[in-house]
């Protein structure tokens, strides 16, 4: 059974940064493109960034320059650094594994529970 579990997130001040984990077991945790999306209260759930199984990242606009995702494919996890945190980076944070590093959340068979990530102003 394929779990992927969220932490990491948490209270912080606009400017400031978190780095949030997701561990993952019973997949072939290498062979596969992980992506981080976030929905926010009211709205839909979007695109943040991915990395391809070879370690290739794609970054949404509004992460771009701010945010760093990357895999450690020995622990099974695959990280988000967020710098630079604004509060509209407010919502609750997930993990997912797909075949193909994709912005499309179509894309992605195996979802965790999410985390919340709460910025400040």
């Known amino acids: 059974q394929v779990q992927l579990v969220e932490s990491g997130g948490g209270l912080v001040q606009g400017g400031g940064s978190l780095r949030l984990s997701c561990a993952s077991s019973?997949?072939?945790?290498?062979?596969?493109?992980m992506a981080w999306f976030r929905q926010a209260p009211g709205k839909e759930r979007e695109f943040v960034a991915a990395i391809s199984a070879s370690g290739s990242p794609l970054y949404a606009g509004s992460a771009e320059g701010r945010f760093t995702i990357s895999r450690d494919n020995a622990k099974n996890t695959v990280y988000l650094q967020m710098d630079s945190l604004k509060s509209e980076d407010t919502a609750v944070y997930y993990c997912?594994?797909?075949?193909?590093?994709?912005?499309?959340?179509?894309?992605?068979?195996?979802w965790g529970q999410g985390t919340q990530v709460t910025v400040s102003s």
């Open positions: 997912a594994a797909g075949s193909r590093i994709m912005a499309s959340k179509s894309s992605y068979a195996y």
């Open positions: 019973g997949l072939s945790f290498s062979n596969y493109a």
